[in-house]
């Protein structure tokens, strides 16, 4: 008997070695919020059986067995905790900036980084390859060097320069901006806005961005093919969207909707936070702006918004603070440079949560059905923000507007019992999925590496621009239409002359009979 379940027990192991897939991740982007999402999906892919390794910033401090970090750790500080709260078109700008920078940046350090050329040079065999899309292309060329399947991710939603590589319809009527308000109903000015600013990321991503990183890569590689051309060949991208929040897209089948995945199962509170927490008896507020947001650096007027908002409920607080310099009696706020978030959300006695509309923040909130008041600032967020407020979700209050008695009328609306159990109905939806998004997210993984050899992309992302836009055809219309308008202004002139021919011989024949009278 013994033997039989040690033959069996083998057996299932060598299934499971057989289907393990070795990949790899390429991670260069230095954001602390960004990687805390894409982590749980490669510990998923850990989980598994795959073995996993990982390009990034943030090595494994007690990795699996079948985890391995390239680690670029030290060579770029660590971004958190630095933005400012403010909101200008300046702000916007900058972030152009910032994302052309960094992009650069991230291409030349992980090119620099010795265990990543040797990877290349060894020419490592993996399954698929797995790569941050944001402010970089960089991590294509290394996927081309190694002749492997790329999958595509993203912790946010979809960049300026990616619906046309994905061919995914694109139209500031309806289609939300990544960093600008208006949602899916934009105002004529918001319309304006987008397009513009569509104008300027797409500018400086395609003809600074990517020439830059292309530049880099033939420092080290002489045959990189043209980077836009190597995206177009990703074969799925996890987008991290649910149209529960973020509202129905014309998302092509190889654009995977796999929104929530990292949000993890709440745990018990303990010490003197779960003790405040669980004596609030008309619940808490928690307030949190995020790991790249300073909170400090909102100004004294807007802060003293919020205290007098507080002094206003009956609500405690809790807020996510980084120094001790709030004056407010400790039986109404807690406050911490670092906090448990989801364990905060997921507790039943949390009844609204004051965000920035971060993409991890926002999802975390629908999981756990927690009422938003949120006050997006740059990036992302804007979007967020009008998702949230579409969605049913919350309400937005942006922050030119932060005063105690708009503050104070939207906390008063989403602690409304009524409000609060839309919400709940909105969590529901959110969770009802034909699979979890983690398990969707490896699935389709797994897929590519599976079907390497199958293109899924589609066939909009191949029309040629003038095909895109009718310019074809209203060519060939607009030829014909003027063919067509000479020919019948010729046969109009030909059957205008014909009755004046007649006449002349008319004349004549008047004009000779005349003559031979006389």
């Known amino acids: 008997m013994k033997s039989i379940i040690l033959a069996f027990t083998l057996s299932i192991a060598l299934v499971h070695t057989a289907n393990a897939l070795n ?65 200008s078109y300046k702000t916007i700008f900058n972030t152009g ?31 698929v390859i797995v790569v941050e899309q944001f402010n970089s292309d960089c991590a294509f060329g290394i996927a081309y060097k190694l002749n492997a399947p790329v999958v595509g991710m993203m912790s946010h939603i979809l960049m300026p320069w990616h619906y046309r590589r994905l061919g995914i319809p694109y139209n500031t009527a309806y289609v939300p901006f ?146 001790k310099t709030l004056a407010v009696a400790h039986d109404k706020l807690y406050t911490g440079n670092w906090l448990p978030q989801i364990d905060i959300l997921g507790h039943p006695n949390t009844l609204a949560f004051f965000s920035h509309a971060g993409m991890g923040g926002t999802t975390e909130a629908i999981h756990y059905g927690v009422p938003m008041v949120a006050m997006p600032v740059l990036g992302d967020q804007p979007a967020n923000g009008a998702a949230i407020e579409e969605s ?45 998004p983690l398990d969707t997210a490896i699935y389709w993984t797994e897929y590519a590496a599976r079907h390497r050899n199958f293109t899924f992309r589609a066939a909009a992302a191949d029309t040629p621009l003038y095909q895109h836009f009718y310019l074809d055809i209203m060519g060939v219309l607009f030829i014909s239409l003027y063919v067509i308008t000479k020919v019948f202004s010729l046969l109009l002139s030909l059957c205008k002359s014909k009755p004046t021919v007649k006449t002349v011989k008319a004349n004549d024949k008047k004009t000779s009979k005349k003559s031979k009278r006389e």
């Open 23 to 87: 990949i790899l991740g390429i991670f260069p982007y230095h954001g602390t919020s960004h990687f805390l999402v894409f982590r749980v999906y490669l510990l998923g892919l850990v989980n598994k059986g795959h073995n996993v390794t990982v390009i990034s910033h943030f090595p494994e401090k007690n990795p699996p067995p079948n985890y391995h970090s390239i680690s670029l750790a030290g060579t770029l500080e660590i971004l958190k905790d630095d933005m400012p709260i403010e909101k």
């Open 392 to 436: 049913g979700l919350g309400v937005q209050v942006q922050i030119k507007d932060l005063n105690k008695d708009n503050l104070l009328a939207a906390f008063r609306k989403v602690l409304d019992p009524k409000f609060r159990e839309g919400v709940k109905q909105i969590s529901k939806a959110w969770h009802d999925r034909p699979m979890r």
């Open 97 to 127: 900036l910032f994302l052309t920078s960094t992009g650069k940046e991230n291409c030349e350090v992980m090119l620099k980084n010795k265990k990543v050329r040797d990877l290349v040079h060894s020419k490592a065999k993996f399954d």
């Open 178 to 323: 990544h960093f600008l308000e208006g949602g899916s109903k934009p105002t004529l000015y918001q319309r304006i806005e987008r397009v513009i600013f569509d104008v300027y990321f797409r500018t400086l991503y395609y003809f600074v961005t990517q020439r830059s990183d292309q530049n880099t890569l033939a420092q080290y590689y002489d045959d990189i093919p043209p980077l836009e051309d190597l995206a177009r060949e990703m074969k799925f991208l996890l987008v991290y969207h649910n149209f529960v929040l973020t509202g129905s897209r014309l998302f092509p089948p190889n654009v995977i909707e796999v929104g929530g995945y990292h949000v993890a199962r709440a745990k018990s509170l303990a010490g003197a936070l779960k003790t405040f927490i669980e004596g609030a008896k008309h619940g808490v507020v928690y307030i949190s702006f995020g790991s790249v947001i300073n909170p400090t650096s909102l100004s004294p007027e807007k802060v003293q918004a919020i205290m007098d908002v507080m002094s206003q409920l009956p609500q405690r607080f809790i807020w996510k603070w980084n120094n």
